[in-house]
């Protein structure tokens, strides 16, 4: 496993996080291939913030990126050009990455605050009684926050207010790490452990419950297999990784597995209609038909370089590694197509796409966008 587990107490429930500990006798990433590009790509525009200590993964709406940083500020930005749209400041630390509709954006402190802002203005603040991993989703006048003990709460977004709770019988032990926390179509998509819950977003019900993985193991920590965000939708299909468990994809629209696959990692997987693409533990890459989870490929190239998550995008795959480089692979068979540096920093989080600009952030707080051709 590429990082030690941790214990720590969250409110009543023990919590193992997948990151902050690193071993002394982990292998060393494998050297980098020479390179020659087989497609075009540079970088169009990159930006800083203050160091991340939390993967962020930025949200990207209607042109504008919403990102968040360590040291409490909350930043939109112009997609295409990196320009700053507005800047908001929540006063304390933020632990989780932000969500937003467009209009407001929603994050979560150190002290378990969550705070609300429009325009980079704070509307409202509410004390949460756990801590929070998984960035809040602000959806249909909503902003849903789930705590480390899987809790899910879902205030009005212009006042507050609390309109709803959702608890659920769970282990004791769970993933301190950004779960799955979606909307599709008029259902919220929730990650509860191994299993994705379909919730009725507007009074919090149940209406389908699926397993993605199945825990194996003798001990808790073992059978640890809770889903990991952000997942990918295409079409009714949603695709995503229960951690160092297994890949798999469900249909939403009927609630129903698709095809799940046994296999380690702990970093989101990336997909579009035809290919679901992640790495293992050991930063083996594999590929799976969407249709069915198939093996299409796998690749060795970048073993042990600490991937990130992936994303898919047109003929390539793209993942960031610990010395800050993006590689962007070949759908075809993984091959490296091209490669472009950051900061020399590790690519946190995953790569996200507006139009055909690929943006990543990095541990120094580097936003980078590129623009593959």
């Not at 229960?242 to 799940?260: I, K, M, P």
Request: glycine residues 12%.
């Amino acid at each position: 496993m590429r990082t030690l587990l941790l214990r720590c107490m969250a409110v009543a429930a023990v919590v193992v996080t997948a990151a902050g500990c690193s071993s002394t006798d982990k292998p060393k990433p494998t050297p980098l291939e020479t390179v020659t590009p087989a497609i075009a790509g540079r970088q169009v525009w990159s930006v800083r913030l203050d160091t991340l200590t939390f993967p962020l993964v930025p949200t990207v709406r209607e042109g504008e990126i919403t990102l968040a940083s360590g040291d409490g500020n909350v930043v939109t930005l112009q997609a295409d050009s990196g320009a700053e749209i507005w800047r908001g400041n929540v006063g304390g630390r933020i632990v989780a990455g932000v969500g937003t509709d467009g209009r407001v954006a929603a994050v979560v402190t150190r002290d378990n605050e969550l705070v609300v802002l429009e325009r980079g203005g704070v509307k409202w603040r509410h004390r949460l009684n756990a801590r929070v991993a998984t960035p809040p989703l602000v959806a249909g006048e909503r902003v849903f926050v789930m705590g480390v003990d899987r809790i899910v709460n879902a205030f009005d977004a212009l006042d507050g207010k609390l309109l709803w709770k959702l608890q659920r019988p769970g282990d004791a032990l769970t993933l301190s790490q950004a779960s799955v926390l979606a909307p599709y179509k008029d259902t919220l998509l929730v990650g509860q452990g191994p299993r994705l819950v379909g919730v009725d977003p507007l009074r919090g019900t149940v209406r389908w419950d699926v397993a993605v993985a199945t825990p194996r193991g003798t001990n808790e920590v073992e059978r640890l297999a809770d889903l990991i965000g952000p997942l990918q939708r295409h079409g009714e299909s949603v695709c995503m990784r229960a951690f160092q468990s297994s890949v798999g994809c469900v249909n939403a629209e009927r609630g129903a597995l698709q095809w799940s696959k046994n296999v380690g990692g702990v970093q989101a997987v990336g997909a579009d209609a035809d290919l679901v693409v992640g790495a293992d533990g050991s930063d083996r890459i594999t590929a799976w038909r969407a249709s069915n989870g198939d093996i299409a490929w796998t690749s060795e190239r970048l073993m042990y370089r600490q991937l990130s998550g992936a994303l898919v995008i047109g003929r390539t795959v793209i993942f960031g590694d610990v010395e800050g480089q993006v590689h962007f692979l070949d759908r075809q068979n993984g091959a490296t197509l091209l490669r472009l540096p950051t900061d020399g920093s590790p690519v946190l989080g995953a790569p996200v796409r507006w139009g055909n600009t690929v943006i990543v952030t990095t541990r120094n707080g580097g936003v980078f966008a590129f623009r593959p051709e």
